[in-house]
């Protein structure tokens, strides 16, 4: 089905390091990118988002890297914490006739105290 | 402001019977889409709503349908349900079908024995 590709499954983490999570997206048509975190036990929380016209949004510790030539976007977590244990999904919308959101595989990530 | 609340949380049901799952928005939100996620196919858009109407249609049999309410409330249902459709059901609202940035709810872990 339709699916927006992660390039691991999962990625562990010393607290403290940086983490960065990849994405590579299919549809050169999508026009808006979305990183999600979700908890065990609870749905998916907005992180951070960005247009197809950027090629990097920074949040509070976080950074979304977008490269269009090769439809790749990265989240990246500065100073990793126990708390980002969490599976993070990239999205992005896509331009049909009605717009919809499309969800990747997801990617486990561990911090190690 | 209280959050996307998703009715019930957990729901046992056996093969062949049917099952209706509620969502209320966020208040002022008027966007309401679905999502379905397992293990192994991860997060499936369901259907989207916006002013009692559907925008959007995910792939999924005509056994699962949905509506919404003037008050943005929205119910889906699934009919004559199969052990393939255990799975967590995600509600998320969003302000309007221009806004992407969702706000899910904890979702209903539906049980098909």
């Known amino acids: 089905g339709e699916s927006v590709g992660l390039h691991l499954p999962t990625l562990s983490v010393q607290e403290g390091d940086n983490s960065i999570i990849n994405c590579a997206y299919s549809?050169?048509?999508?026009?808006?990118f979305i990183w999600y975190k979700q908890e065990s036990g609870k749905g998916p929380q907005f992180i951070i988002d960005?247009?197809?016209?950027?090629d990097k949004r920074q949040g509070q510790r976080v950074t979304v890297l977008l490269n269009k030539t090769v439809k790749h976007l990265s989240l990246q977590i500065a100073a990793t914490q126990p708390g980002d244990s969490a599976v993070y999904f990239c999205?992005?919308?896509?331009?049909?006739?009605?717009?919809?959101?499309?969800f990747g595989p997801g990617t486990s990530l561990s911090v190690i105290p | 402001k209280a959050g996307v609340t998703q009715t019930p949380r957990y729901l046992i049901k056996t093969r062949g019977q049917q099952v209706t799952l509620s969502c209320s928005p966020i208040?002022?939100?008027?966007?309401v889409s679905w999502y379905q996620q397992t293990p192994g196919q991860g997060l499936q858009f369901l259907f989207e709503?916006?002013?009692?109407?559907?925008?959007n249609k995910g792939n999924f049999p005509g056994r699962f349908s949905g509506r919404q309410f003037s008050n943005s409330r929205s119910e889906m249902n699934v009919s004559t349900l199969e052990l393939g459709d255990s799975a967590l059901y995600l509600c998320?609202?969003?302000?309007?079908?221009?806004?992407?940035?969702?706000?899910f709810g904890s979702g209903t872990r539906l049980t098909v024995v």
């Open positions: 998320a609202s969003s302000l309007n079908e221009e806004s992407y940035g969702y706000t």
């Open positions: 549809n050169s048509a999508s026009d808006y």
């Open positions: 960005i247009r197809s016209n950027m």
């Open positions: 999205a992005e919308k896509r331009e049909t006739s009605y717009d919809k959101v499309i």
């Open positions: 208040s002022g939100h008027r966007s």
């Open positions: 709503y916006f002013s009692e109407t559907q925008r």
